[in-house]
């Protein structure tokens, strides 16, 4: 009915008394007459009357004080500056630390011409005079043994297309291909120690590699998480992508791979806190605390490192789940 | 200086003496800061607001007008900033979950009645946080600070109309929540966040 | 009267205590007592990585320490190196007295050695205490200031009157008087709870901060609650701040002498109407407080509503919609054969089968969803986004990280500020709409054999000589120009005689449309 709607639209006013006489007259009476609109009456008076439940707070006196300072009144008592930490701040330091280790980074590789792609034009002329194409032993043969190769990578090789190949997944031969004056592959066994130097090269250069389409971290993941083939450069070149990669999800499958190799050195424990400090991206910290309660439930937790865990689970900004995992981290400590 | 009207010593002000100023701070910082908190639920917030509003209405005292009504002004600048506050993304979430709880002494009061007085005060706080923000301002304006119709749709930029409208709807969802027998109230209220 | 008042065990530590070494092959224990002068109102600092500390006030004059120092090894040459290795120096004069336990050895060494202090020093001096792994740390009858930081281990203040300030991580703090404090308290701990007795007449300004525990007292308290932080007063203003944090553990405020029975939780008092979950009759049996750390369950008949500050679910099967509220920790859900909604302040989230909607979003953490049969709204701050399955249109969105989805029966429109992007559409779908972004990262697109569709892809690369875009047939057209310093890739064009429009957008990575299986 248009006229119960209209009439109970009006209720609000009639609580305020904000109707004229005539007005109210008329209502009272519709609700006299009218079942469902003296129960909505009923019922919004009842709400009216329960909002009344709400306290009356009193401004702090500081918010007084801070206005009277604020525009050069003076007042007789003591002003306390009121501080607050943002949370902003602490983000953006990190992110400093972040694009300057990227910066950095970036710097020491351009001293060899990158390139994404091939195009089809021979790159001989530009390529650096300290690539050794001679320790690769590569100029004559297509497919090297990894035993064959001199595990010490010198110069900064320019290497291209690279590609990873398990054909047999349940052989302990794994094939890394690349184009470096010729396509190349070679072939070892992951352990094998030409073998880990070249995953690790790749995996720390890959951003100026080609094709991206697959990532090195994924490959290091399937062929060095068996203990087996342990070992700790591995390790090491995913501490350095942790640190250095701008790709977020890059540095999160970084710190995931890290977490799950079974060796750990010092300087991978100092980029897994580095990274729960600083890295702006929280899954990463996420994956790093869990990486550390790992590493502090077999002991091998420095005293630095139980002050970063201490002060993650305290910072009041951090993201409640990285300072529970950081507290938990802390409660599996052995000394 | 409290003997003088809200007007009078706006015109002081506006000659560019600002000694009044901790006497209108005292007058109206209590209703403001009461607006503020229970329309964005957070005392953080609300403290700024309180502070932004005042340091507006003196530094841009000229842009008030003598046969104004100075509360109508005040809260006009207070719901811009709220709804500024609101429109930044990142601030909708921050809406902290602060409820007032007395534990007094065990004997002290009659134990039915300050749980009922505390259990009331969530519904409604919960039950405020169900409505639309122009719902919400407009039903704190009217049910706690008293503004009539006219002075709210001054302070919304509405008409009239519009706000008799929300008035209405935000009583709607207030009586739904607020009356309903308390179990069902608080199913619908868990439902709707 | 105690309160026992731990949440959950913490972690076993391991104790480097006598007992266990005596049952070392070899062990030797040294006893002596040092006594040295000290000046009224003096500092005593004790630093103690490896045992008990025990600190009495009393009215006599001086200092007297005792000492027990226990090694244990395999064998001789290691017990003398153990011996020589932990080393007690007592420095300092008539107003500062230092005594530190040195130890030189390393994780590796063979012996382990212990040292435990008692010390008696005038009450009026200030104490310092520094440990790291040690069963308890206990300071009783001090009337002025006294600090204490420790690792692992239980402290106890007992009758201390000067302001105290306790940093722990691993152990409970007790803080007991009989008087009503005059000076400010500082109590932190990190995995363990607290618990502080005062005379039931102190005037106190409370702050109490938990994510997992509760705040219990059975004093007269008026005060707010916002999230994990609680600061109210005790009895009257003018009193001194009595600040208690214990991230994971409970915290206990209560009047020395006075009645267990009378202590209420400062949490149930702020939310009087407890969860409406008691819908499975499993459920029914369990004594579900608003704070349990982990709600886990099988089954659920019928709807599912929580709403936590902190809780981590594992719940087989919900016969209903569900709708999860948590400011923190782990969610896992079976089947929900309703809607599911899901918002957590961080942590991961592991959906597997979902038959409603799903509308999921974590701040921080891996997102994990099974199979999405009607689809929804998935997002990460940041972590992996993976959808394996998905069946009605989906709406992807990552903060910072991966988004990949294995097999997408509907439409998708996904999007991440940094990582790359995996989608493969069901390979038996003739066309579908897909819209893709990635603000750094690569776009990896595959679809089936009759997949037809309106292409426009745009890769925005520093890489000046980039391809950009690989894509595994022919037809489209491509365009390069400069943007604002970056080289701009953009191919449009039409794949299986024309369909839906797929719009995909790459930046400093690359874009790669294809068919899984066919040759590159």
């Not at chain 1, 897994?272 to 890295?279: E, S």
């Not at chain 1, 790992?294 to 201490?310: E, I, P």
């Not at chain 3, 705040?215 to 005060?223: A, H, K, M, S």
């Not at chain 3, 047939?473 to 039409?494: E, I, P, S, Y």
Request: hydrophobic share 40%; proline share 4%.
């Amino acid at each position: 009915m248009a006229e119960c709607s209209a009439m109970r639209e009006s209720f609000p006013l009639l609580l305020t008394e904000s109707l004229d006489a005539q007005s109210r007259e008329t209502a009272h009476q519709h609700i006299e007459s009218c079942a469902e609109c003296a129960d909505e009456w009923q019922g919004m008076k009842e709400a009216w009357r329960m909002m009344a439940e709400l306290p009356e707070l009193e401004p702090p006196a500081r918010i007084r004080q801070r206005f009277l300072a604020e525009i050069g009144v003076a007042e007789k008592t003591n002003v306390i500056p009121f501080m607050r930490r943002p949370a902003v701040k602490w983000l953006s330091q990190a992110a400093a630390v972040v694009i300057l280790a990227g910066g950095s980074y970036l710097a020491g590789h351009r001293t060899a011409p990158i390139r994404l792609q091939p195009t089809g034009v021979a790159n001989v002329e530009r390529l650096p005079a300290a690539i050794q194409p001679a320790a690769f032993s590569i100029a004559e043969t297509r497919t090297v043994n990894a035993n064959n190769i001199n595990p010490n990578i010198e110069g900064r090789p320019d290497i291209q297309n690279v590609q990873f190949n398990d054909a047999n997944p349940n052989d302990d031969q794994i094939a890394l291909s690349f184009d470096v004056t010729q396509h190349v592959t070679v072939t070892g066994a992951p352990n094998d120690k030409s073998m880990v130097r070249l995953m690790a090269y790749v995996m720390e250069n890959e951003d100026q590699m080609s094709p991206s389409r697959s990532r090195a971290i994924d490959w290091v993941k399937q062929a060095y998480t068996d203990p087996s083939n342990a070992d700790p450069e591995i390790a090491q070149a995913l501490a350095k992508v942790l640190r250095n990669d701008t790709h977020e999800g890059v540095r999160i499958k970084a710190v995931d791979t890290l977490k799950t190799l079974p060796t750990m050195t010092l300087d991978t424990r100092e980029a897994l806190i580095t990274a729960l400090k600083n890295d702006p991206n929280p899954a990463v910290r996420i994956k790093a605390v869990d990486a550390l309660a790992r590493l502090a439930a077999s002991g091998q937790l420095d005293s630095a490192a139980v002050d970063t865990l201490r002060q993650k689970a305290m910072q009041d900004d951090e993201n409640v789940y990285v300072r529970t995992k950081a507290a938990e981290a802390l409660g599996k400590i052995q000394p | 200086m409290n003997h003088l009207s809200d007007q009078e010593l706006m015109r002081i002000v506006q000659a560019g003496d600002l000694s009044p100023a901790s006497e209108i701070y005292d007058r109206y910082s209590g209703r403001i800061y009461n607006f503020a908190f229970r329309f964005l639920k957070n005392a953080e917030a609300a403290e700024d607001a309180v502070q932004e509003v005042f340091v507006k209405m003196i530094k841009h005292a000229n842009q008030f007008h003598g046969d104004a009504k100075l509360s109508t002004w005040l809260f006009s600048i207070t719901a811009n900033w709220c709804r500024d506050y609101l429109r930044k993304a990142d601030n909708r979430n921050k809406e902290s979950e602060e409820v007032l709880i007395s534990l007094p002494a065990p004997l002290e009061h009659g134990p039915d009645r300050t749980l009922e007085q505390r259990e009331n005060e969530v519904r409604v706080q919960k039950a405020l946080q169900a409505l639309t923000p122009e719902q919400r301002e407009a039903i704190l304006l009217s049910r706690y600070q008293g503004l009539s119709y006219a002075e709210i749709a001054q302070i919304a930029g509405c008409s009239e109309g519009a706000v008799k409208t929300r008035v209405f709807r935000a009583m709607e969802t207030l009586k739904k929540a607020l009356t309903a027998d308390t179990r069902g109230g608080d199913r619908w209220l868990n439902a709707v966040q | 009267m105690r309160a026992s008042f731990r949440i959950g065990g913490l972690a076993a530590i391991a104790l480097l205590a006598c007992g266990a070494l005596v049952a070392a092959p070899l062990s030797h224990t040294e006893r002596f007592v040092r006594d040295f002068p000290m000046e009224a109102g003096g500092s005593l600092w004790i630093e103690n990585p490896v045992g008990n500390v025990d600190v009495v006030g009393s009215d006599q004059q001086g200092v007297s320490v005792s000492v027990v120092k226990v090694v244990g090894a395999p064998d001789a040459g290691s017990l003398k190196e153990g011996r020589e290795q932990t080393q007690i120096l007592m420095e300092g004069d008539n107003k500062t007295r230092v005594i530190r336990t040195v130890i030189t050895g390393t994780h590796e060494s063979k012996w382990k050695s212990n040292v435990a202090y008692v010390i008696r020093v005038p009450r009026a001096s200030q104490v310092h205490v520094k440990g790291s792994m040690g069963e308890h740390i206990r300071i009783s009858n001090i009337a002025s200031t006294v600090t204490v930081k420790n690792t692992n281990g239980d402290i106890t203040l007992e009758g201390v009157g000067g302001a105290a300030t306790v940093d722990s991580a691993n152990g409970d703090i007790h803080f007991l008087s009989d008087a009503k404090p005059s000076q400010p308290v500082q109590l932190t701990t990190i995995n363990g709870g607290i618990e502080v007795q005062v005379s039931g007449e102190s005037n106190l300004d409370w702050i109490a901060q938990s994510i997992k525990g509760d705040f219990r007292t059975n004093l007269p308290v008026r005060g707010r609650i916002s999230g994990n932080a609680f600061r109210g007063l005790v009895n009257n203003a003018g009193g001194p701040s009595m600040t208690t944090t214990a991230l994971m553990g409970n915290i206990f405020l209560l009047s020395r002498g006075g009645s267990q029975d009378d202590i209420r939780s400062v949490r149930m008092a702020a939310r009087p109407t407890p969860n409406p979950i008691r819908i499975s009759p499993v459920q029914a049996n369990q004594n579900i407080a608003a704070y349990s750390e982990t709600i886990q369950t099988p089954l659920v008949q019928g709807n599912f509503m929580y709403a936590t500050n902190y809780g981590n679910f594992h719940i087989g099967e919900v016969r209903g919609f569900v709708s999860i509220q948590t400011g923190a920790g782990q969610v896992t859900l079976g089947t929900v054969t309703g809607d599911c909604s899901v918002r957590s302040g961080g942590g991961p989230l592991d959906l597997s089968d979902i038959f409603g909607t799903i509308s999921a979003r974590t701040e921080a953490g891996e997102v994990l969803v099974r199979s999405a049969r009607k689809g929804g709204e998935i997002g990460t701050g940041a972590g992996t986004l993976r959808v394996i399955y998905s069946a009605g249109p989906l709406s992807l969105h990552n903060g910072g990280g991966d988004i990949i989805v294995n097999q997408a029966a509907s439409s998708v429109d996904a999007e991440t500020r940094s990582g790359d992007l995996s989608l493969t559409m069901d390979p038996r779908l003739h066309t579908q709409h897909i819209n893709a972004k990635t603000t750094k990262g690569n776009i990896i697109l595959n679809f089936g054999p009759r997949f037809g569709a309106d292409i426009d892809a745009t890769v925005l690369t520093t890489q000046e000589d980039a391809v950009g875009i690989h894509a595994d047939f022919t037809g489209l057209t491509v365009k390069r120009d400069q943007v604002n310093g970056k080289t701009r890739v953009h191919a449009t064009g039409k794949i299986g005689g024309g369909g839906e429009k797929v719009e995909l957008f790459a930046e400093d990575g690359e874009i790669q449309i294809g068919q899984p299986g066919a040759s590159r």
